[in-house]
């Protein structure tokens, strides 16, 4: 069961354009989906089985703005209403279900749920896409793990000791506590180390930066999750006594991470990883350096999500422990099976 | 389920004669065969399973006409009985069961049913096979689909249009409308189209046969299904004018498109496709060009039925249109399931 | 269902010791163990379970002869009780469970049922390992079937005829008797053939120790079955009238073909071979040489018996034949079973 009268990444619009007038087929929340460009140029998202014989729409091409089915031609439109079929009066062909799509961000996102109740405004809010001060790069991961295994990942950092010991992770993220608060729909974790070494990736992005990478930092982490499955992490590492995260810009080197999760099956999921980060936005090859070190580093997760998954399912009746660490996790499912139950519950009307 | 008392392609003789002294395992309708050459080179069928300890007899070898299990050298006989087995008396061994065989037109023919109702003048009969006026090639495709998909896909060519755009496919299919009728158990359905360009495959045959390639030409397609799943397809193109499928052989390219389709599983067949065509018989290398070229259309085919089947298990309930142009398919099916029910209906002795 | 209170081979201690300082994950009987080595240098075998989030604790490293799950660093020992982890009192977790184990003539040895049971002193004996007198060398294999399979494989040697006739195999075997009996839970199976000539194994072997190949020779089999799937075969030749089994060593080549079948799951195992050898046990180079030969030998038993797997799948209630050729597969089968009864008979105290 997912939440589903919300918005999911559902790919990057570069994914779609990279494959020309062809659609690109995917699965949102057990939906499948045949997302493609309309008459308009915007992009939109369809059930991707063809009421002619049920044949994958996405095996298709676009052709003026309308997705013909590659088998026998019959021509979908974006409201998931047949348009024309040679030789065929289409009126009476049964429609197929459309998805809501806003197109923002450089993403294509999707509401798989209700569609009467798709709202735009619900759409997030992100100030660091678009947004001239900073640059952004990113990939995209497949995982065989159910989706909320990814957000127990990055609501406990301490795993980067273990996992990522060779890049981001040091021994001090296990030795601080972190603080974990719930406001509204949000869970915030945060983690404050002092005066310590940087670990390898922050020294590169302090050399990119201008900083000495020898030199003693404050280095934070702040997780914040919003449902559905967005979660963004404030990362960075200031020198030592400049203020932290509070620290001016020539002092420090500081990112976001991240992360929208879209769940595929119960046990697969969609992992849109990336990096904001507000220092040397123009310098593109940077911005490719850190895409491939943070792409390195994330599939360094893969193995072990994916064999969790697997473990879990041979012992699905034994309990997980919940320590302090686990909180970010333990309060972000939470705020899911709230909104699942509100989904769920059945309106009530004066 | 599957029609059993009748005739199947289970190989062509030279799938089975390159083996050399080793049997073919193949299944036909769920039934697991080894397919040999008994004692008299006469080609036998049986089950492909040792009754010693279970093995899979497909995996010995023929030895002087009985089947050796590769495992402890029982020898079984082309009747299911076991011949011998080193230092075993071997009459009280359990039979296995054996399949009626027909060699004719270059394949095996079995019968999967109930053995006592195997009847060989019930095998089809086709006038261009051992005929020298006539050349034939073809080759063979598994699928992992319903058979009966293959059946829609063939009794419905509009889908060349979209499939097969680059070879035999031409808008004129879909705006000529088809003509189905039912004569007994077979199902014709017929499409002419007039005064129209050739498209690339039979302007090659065109080229083959000594004709312009560039002149108008009138184009039949005229699909023969009889059960339990043969479809024979006049296919052609005559100088336009000329009289069409009736034209003068000097005037035309014309072939025919031999399809036996035979059922492995619930979901996947073993697909026997090829070309008989009346011009130039003895031209060898035309039949391997022919032969390359039809593969290669054809195979455009599978990925679509695959992912077609894969969309149909996904949603079981959904209903799929029955357009005119389907008209071919559904009365396939409609005489494939009365003889089903007919197969399954006890029956009364007076 | 398996008899779990009782010893299995769970890998070679050299399969362990390549890994360094990771762990090995495997499959017991359907138990899924992490074995490595604790602090005293012993091996020992836990749940493959880390108690914290499911992970497998064998994607971890051992740390100072603790278990560090490769996640989030718990520590776990080899009791499966934790010992730390960070920034956690770690008293009140779950413990798992840990597993008997003894390191014994080159291999690690488990009891993978009740633990109160564990009892050092039911571990088999064996003379050849461990002596100077003796070489041994072999492999392992992953195979796709029920191990009772294997045992009735290796209880029934007249399938080398068929599966190995380029190595081992002659039609002597088969047209020579053999002789089972049963001896509280061991059951001896034996075939003594006289004045035939050596099989190209036996050739090489015979070479090997100054022996004339071409000379004719008395074989011999004789294959000792002892629960819970151990199986010690005698084979050799010597010189034809020397006295066979009994000849003096110079008269003969003569090994012990070592079985370790150790069940995975319902339907697959753990193949432990090898040979040990009495002669020139100090020739590493003959040691690989023969390590090679029945490497090659054996692999050719594993498609036949993965394949008999799938077609016993298929046919589940067809009765296979017990011949007496298969005595010593049916007598070992109801050791196996009489055994299974006894343990899950209640014990009753007085």
């Not at 404050?192 to 670990?199: D, L, S, T």
């Amino acid at each position: 069961m997912f939440i589903k009268n919300t918005w999911y990444v559902a790919c990057a619009l570069t994914e779609l354009e990279a494959l020309g007038d062809k659609p690109l087929g995917r699965t949102i929340c057990n939906e499948q989906m045949a997302i493609f460009k309309g008459p308009d140029g915007k992009v939109a998202a369809v059930e991707d089985f063809c009421p002619h014989r049920g044949a994958p729409l996405s095996l298709g091409k676009v052709c003026k703005g309308h997705l013909q089915c590659g088998y026998h031609g019959l021509e979908m439109g974006v409201d998931g209403k047949t348009v024309q079929m040679p030789g065929q009066r289409v009126r009476g062909f049964p429609a197929i279900k459309a998805f809501a799509v806003v197109e923002r961000y450089g993403f294509v996102w999707v509401w798989p749920g209700d569609q009467a109740k798709a709202d735009v405004a619900q759409m997030p809010v992100f100030e660091f896409f678009d947004n001239p001060a900073w640059a952004y790069g990113g990939g995209l991961y497949h995982v065989q793990a159910d989706y909320r295994l990814m957000i127990d990942n990055l609501m406990d950092l301490t795993h980067e000791t273990y996992v990522h010991a060779n890049s981001i992770g040091q021994p001090e993220i296990d030795e601080t506590p972190c603080e974990t608060k719930v406001e509204g729909d949000q869970v915030i974790l945060q983690r404050h180390m002092e005066g310590i070494q940087a670990p390898p990736f922050w020294q590169m992005a302090m050399s990119a930066n201008g900083l000495d990478p020898q030199a003693k930092v404050d280095r934070w982490q702040i997780c914040r999750f919003t449902p559905p499955s967005h979660i963004m992490i404030d990362v960075g590492v200031a020198l030592a006594g400049k203020g932290g995260f509070d620290a001016a810009p020539e002092h420090k080197a500081y990112s976001v991470v991240v992360d929208f999760i879209t769940p595929e099956t119960e046990t697969s999921h969609w992992y849109h990883w990336g990096m904001a980060r507000q220092f040397k936005p123009h310098d593109t090859d940077l911005t490719d350096k850190i895409r491939a070190g943070q792409g390195g580093i994330f599939n360094e997760d893969m193995e072990m999500l994916q064999l969790q998954q697997v473990n879990i399912n041979k012992w699905p009746d034994r309990k997980l422990l919940m320590l302090n660490i686990d909180s970010g996790g333990v309060q972000s499912r939470r705020i899911i099976d709230r909104l699942l139950a509100e989904e769920h519950t059945p309106e009530v009307t004066a």
